[in-house]
């Protein structure tokens, strides 16, 4: 008596065993310069960081653009996911697995280079008015240092510069050096017109984060293949690619 295979089985012995990786889904959200859309295509720092590391890992998993909290909720509660670009907090560490650091980033205040310069924590503290995000991590972070004097009405980066050219506000906290930067040239803000107030207010890297559900071996794996990127030289010249506009100190 002749016994079929089961078509199952069948696929299996064609295609080779199943790897661990196929239901792994990969997101992230606006956020200049570490990942954005520009001309409808997503780019930016980590988002190409990302595509070099599975272009050596051979992984193929798809990217999606999702809003800010939408993507933190898919990494919370979907499985086998990965979500891009985090800074790993102490609140955070323990909620998800870890691939990086990729970049070591600071946040400070900005103002008009012509304004009268404020150079100490005291005087931030006491300012008329700091506006940021009506979320995240950087309000939650402010409110953490005893700010007591936060418009938290812009909803997006953009809307800051405008706030901050427009006079209707004094200070701004809201992006990295690198994001600074980049909505500089967005908005076509000549160097110079923006003074960094020397206060680091927040410091942390970079990274790539898995739901803790993952395989150990694809973090290993984006490790090794990032660790590969840095000693190459890769990793730093993705990174000049987003260098830095003048900024007066």
């Not at 909505?183 to 890297?205: D, W």
Request: hydrophobic content about 40%; proline content about 7%; charged content about 20%.
């Amino acid at each position: 008596m002749k016994h079929s295979m089961p078509a199952a089985a069948l696929l299996c012995l064609l295609l080779g065993p199943a790897t661990a990786h196929e239901q792994y889904q990969v997101v992230t959200e606006e956020w200049a310069p570490y990942n954005y859309v520009e001309h409808d295509q997503l780019t930016g720092m980590t988002t190409e960081i990302v595509r070099a590391i599975m272009a050596l890992t051979g992984d193929k998993f798809e990217v999606l653009l999702q809003p800010s909290m939408r993507a933190t909720q898919i990494l919370k509660n979907r499985p086998k996911t990965i979500m891009y670009s985090l800074f790993r907090t102490p609140e955070r560490e323990p909620l998800y697995k870890w691939v990086g650091p990729i970049v070591e980033e600071s946040i400070h205040a900005y103002q008009l280079a012509s304004a009268p310069p404020i150079n100490s924590l005291e005087q931030l503290l006491h300012a008329p008015q700091i506006t940021t995000r009506h979320a995240g991590l950087v309000p939650q972070t402010l409110q953490s240092l005893g700010f007591n004097n936060l418009d938290k009405s812009a909803t997006e980066s953009r809307q800051l510069y405008r706030m901050l050219l427009a006079g209707r506000t004094s200070i701004i906290v809201g992006d990295t050096a690198a994001g600074v930067a980049y909505y500089s040239r967005q908005l076509e803000i000549p160097p110079g017109t923006l003074r960094q107030i020397p206060i680091e207010l927040y410091r942390s890297s970079l990274y790539i984060a898995f739901s803790t559900d993952s395989d150990d071996r694809l973090i290993a794996a984006w490790n090794r293949a990032l660790e590969q990127l840095r000693r190459s030289g890769e990793l730093s010249r993705i990174q000049r690619r987003y260098e830095q506009q003048p900024v007066q100190p």
